[in-house]
């Protein structure tokens, strides 16, 4: 069971051709992996190094997560584009992890979103693997490996909701899973698996492909950021195994939407995206260091002390405030927005969200305080509204009654839009409507400008988290119906217009002026 491992890099040019059909490659360096196992013994062990070993070929990126020895870090993702080798690069890695538990009883497992996904891994092995390192149990779909080792192929699909998980019952000690973004809902049941692992040292290595949605984005970051994963790129652009020539095609051939996605692994949106200025990686960040808070500056055209807007969305079913705060970047004339919080309550009566509000503001920002007599004490926050009707007939909009409760509370609340027109005794204001398409297309040019500029953030907690995870997943899923239209007819439970809706009331008196000029 022994593997010479060797690094090569494409050299179109000095290279010779060492796997059949890929371009000519040279050599930068061998390692040796494995060796003779004697079967005999009990429990089997190396006893010395292989006369033929096995000879794999893998790339520089590929071989820093072949050859990692986890460290304190034991469970990674590698990130990669289609066709950058990632079922090889996982067959080798499961080969490599077995070999190293030799004479040990233990068991990998090795997952897959579908049956045809576990297909290819299961070909993959036996591409790789020599017939004599292993027996196939069909049927359990075992591999039985002559060092003693094992490694079980599962399929993670679930018929329907009544049928358990197909992983549940086996104890690994290792873990390959292949296309994991496919594969979120079994991920808790995979990681227990690993409870029995010698001194807890559990290693899993999924595989990614990058995928348009944001419940895969959340799973990544959120297991990143907890510090139990890393993250490896494996881009196909930097395989020595593909012509340079595939990728140049593809770049005549795919859209740039699809080229980014599929060959560099880059987050991008859906096709019809409706938020389409939002990115990822720009939009989703905290406040650089010196960022001077300048809130209350920007809003003191409302009266003085207002250190957070708030922007109010009171559906029937789901009702989303959003919180808001301005910022000056260093150097900078200009400030920017920061939603810095948001409350999100499904509830028919709307005092249990604006309770909710008035707890969120007092207890994390320390405003709309009260004095002993009851009247508004220190900074307070500010709200605008969908603007409200009091006909009782618009079933589209929010009753005055609504605004009373934000008031009864001592919050400050206002119509997003109002009007003026004349009458015989002089000017009347009122309420206006918001043109649904003209507050989607300000918010898209403040999350990004036509000159690439960007005002509009989401902010990252202090666990490097998104302050507001519905808003950033309605900004990265919500898309344009198949006739154009950016919101449906009829809004039920699980609707996520309301957050980005939200942003906008509380942004259109402020910034739709600017945008128009």
């Known amino acids: ?10 050299d179109l040019e000095h290279g010779a051709e060492l796997v059949p059909g890929a371009p000519p490659m040279v050599v930068l360096r061998e390692h040796l992996r494995g060796g003779i196992v ?10 010395g190094p292989s006369s033929s070993p096995v000879i794999w070929h893998c790339s520089e990126d590929a071989e820093a997560i072949l050859l990692d020895e986890g460290g304190d870090v034991l469970r990674e993702f590698v990130y990669g584009s289609e066709g950058s080798g990632k079922t090889t690069l996982g067959a080798q890695w499961l080969a490599l992890r077995l070999i190293e538990m030799t004479g040990r009883s233990i068991e990998a497992g090795v997952t897959a979103p579908t049956k045809p996904r576990l297909d290819h891994a299961y070909q993959a092995i036996i591409d790789l693997w020599p017939a004599s390192w292993y027996h196939y149990v069909s049927s359990q779909g075992l591999f039985r490996l002559a060092n003693g080792a094992r490694a079980r192929l599962v399929s993670t699909h679930r018929q329907s909701a009544d049928e358990g998980s197909r992983v549940q019952g086996y104890n690994w000690a290792i873990h390959l899973g292949d296309e994991m973004q496919d594969q979120l809902a079994a991920d808790a049941d995979i990681e227990m698996r690993g409870r029995t692992a010698a001194r807890g040292k559990y290693r899993r290595l ?3 492909t990058a995928k348009d949605h944001p419940a895969w984005r959340q799973f990544r970051d959120e297991r990143i950021a907890s510090g139990m994963w890393k993250l490896r790129r494996l881009l196909g652009t930097n395989s020595p195994f593909v012509w340079p020539k595939f990728w140049e095609d593809k770049k005549k051939t795919l859209s740039k939407r699809d080229f980014q996605r599929r060959v560099l ?3 991008v949106g859906p096709e019809r995206q409706l938020f389409n200025s939002w990115d990822h990686d720009l939009n989703l960040r905290p406040a650089p260091q010196g960022s001077v808070d300048v809130t209350e500056r920007v809003l003191a055209r ?3 002390g207002h250190s957070m807007l708030l922007g109010v969305d009171p559906g029937k079913v789901c009702q989303a405030t959003e919180f808001l705060r301005a910022y000056q970047f260093p150097r900078e ?3 920017r927005w920061f939603v ?8 028919s009566i709307i005092q249990v969200h604006v309770q909710e509000v008035l707890r969120r503001l007092r207890e994390r920002w320390y405003c709309n305080e009260v004095d002993r007599k009851g009247k508004p004490a220190g900074p307070q926050a500010i709200a605008f509204a969908d603007p409200y009707t009091d006909a009782g007939n618009d079933a589209s909009r929010p009753h005055l009654s609504v605004y009373k409760q934000f008031a009864q509370a001592k919050i400050r609340i206002l119509p997003a839009a109002t009007k003026t027109r004349a009458t015989n005794t002089g000017l009347v204001s009122g309420v206006a409507q918001i043109p649904l398409e003209a507050r989607i297309d300000m918010t ?3 999350l990004c400008a036509y000159d690439e500029s960007r005002r509009l953030f989401v902010a990252l907690n202090e666990h490097h988290q998104p302050a507001a995870p519905k808003l950033v997943f309605a900004f990265e899923s919500l898309e344009r119906g198949l006739d154009g239209s950016a919101e449906p007819g009829r809004k039920g439970a699980g609707d996520m217009t309301h957050f980005p809706a939200a942003v906008g009331y509380a942004l259109w008196g402020l910034e739709q002026p600017r945008v128009s000029a």
């Open 38 to 47: 004697d079967t005999r013994q009990n429990p089997p062990r190396i006893v």
């Open 340 to 347: 810095v919080d948001e409350v999100v309550t499904e509830t």
């Open 444 to 446: 898209n040019r403040l």
């Open 302 to 304: 409302f009266g003085g």
């Open 265 to 267: 692994a880059m987050d």
């Open 333 to 335: 004339p200009i400030h």
């Open 1 to 10: 069971m022994g593997v010479r491992l060797r690094v090569v890099r494409m």
């Open 206 to 208: 999924c595989t990614c």
